[in-house]
């Protein structure tokens, strides 16, 4: 399971929340169902490292809620890492340790075996080269050299660690030689594309899997009353009214899919003022 970033967005949609908790239950609930019995969730877990402590406790109750079906392990990525202090996995580290919860934060690289896979995991900010030709995958959040970035530009990080990686970090599905990333579980911008999944992995080879999601984040340039009449009702709603456009006060109480409102700011005449200035001179 790609980058969940739980809590994001909380400014506009503060119940956001509740879906994304919604499409990880569906996620897991399709698991149980095929028997799958391992899920990694692979960094980013929440938005930032200070994420309120109801929102941890939910999702330690969502996970809590498979125990005996379903056994976690989490990789911490750059956004639940404040410092080697601090991160927002941390309780849940606390508690996975006592063997009682059915997860397992990973905090400093660590080589484990389930069910004969040999796996490698390497949480943020580690980047280390595969320990040994013995194992299989290694699991890590990080920027990939030349992997694409969630604004389509490659990225130069000259990150290429030995090994077979599953990553975190990035939020669109991608592959190359030696890494492939299952991207974000859903939308945390409005500017990222569908459809979104997860993987499926075994001992050889992996399989992309998408997952219809809970909510849709969309972004819009309104001009008329017929173009916010015709907007998708199952969307949430960015609008950037332009041209003197201007929405009732009352329209986003009315309508919650409209999440946030902003007026297109008039552009200078910068020819005019040039003008201007020759003239007086």
């Known amino acids: 399971v790609g980058d969940i970033h739980l809590g994001a967005n909380m400014d506009y949609a503060p119940r956001l929340w509740k879906k994304q908790l919604l499409h990880l239950k569906n996620i897991f609930d399709y698991a149980v169902k095929n028997d799958i019995g391992h899920i990694f969730l692979m960094g980013d877990i929440f938005d930032n490292p200070n994420p309120p402590d109801w929102l941890k406790i939910a999702l330690r109750k969502l996970l809590f809620k498979y125990r005996g079906k379903l056994k976690f392990y989490v990789v911490i990525g750059n956004h639940d890492w404040e410092s080697v202090e601090k991160h927002a996995l941390q309780i849940m580290h606390d508690l996975g340790e006592t063997n009682l919860f059915n997860f397992k934060v990973f905090t400093k690289p660590e ?57 975190g970090d990035f939020h669109t599905h991608q592959h190359g030689t030696r890494y492939v990333y299952a991207g974000s579980i859903s939308q945390i911008s409005a500017n990222e594309s569908l459809p979104k999944g997860v993987l499926l992995f075994d001992k050889d080879d992996w399989q992309f899997k998408p997952f219809e999601p809970t909510y849709k984040l969309g972004t819009i340039e ?60």
Not at 148 to 159: H, I, L, P, Q, R
Not at 245 to 268: L, S
């Open 222 to 281: 309104v001009e008329t009353e017929k173009q916010l009449r015709a907007l998708d009702k199952d969307t949430m709603w960015s609008i950037k009214t332009v041209n003197g456009f201007t929405i009732p006060a009352d329209y986003k109480q009315e309508h919650p899919n409209i999440i946030h409102i902003t007026a297109a700011r008039k552009r200078k005449d910068i020819r005019a003022q040039v003008l201007l200035a020759k003239e007086d001179s």
């Open 111 to 167: 080589v484990i075996k389930i069910e004969g896979v040999r796996l490698f995991i390497c949480s943020h900010p580690h980047i280390l080269d595969v320990p040994s030709k013995k194992i299989d995958w290694c699991l890590g959040h990080f920027a990939w050299n030349n992997a694409k970035a969630d604004n389509g530009f490659e990225v130069k990080s000259g990150n290429a660690p030995r090994g077979r990686w599953i990553l």
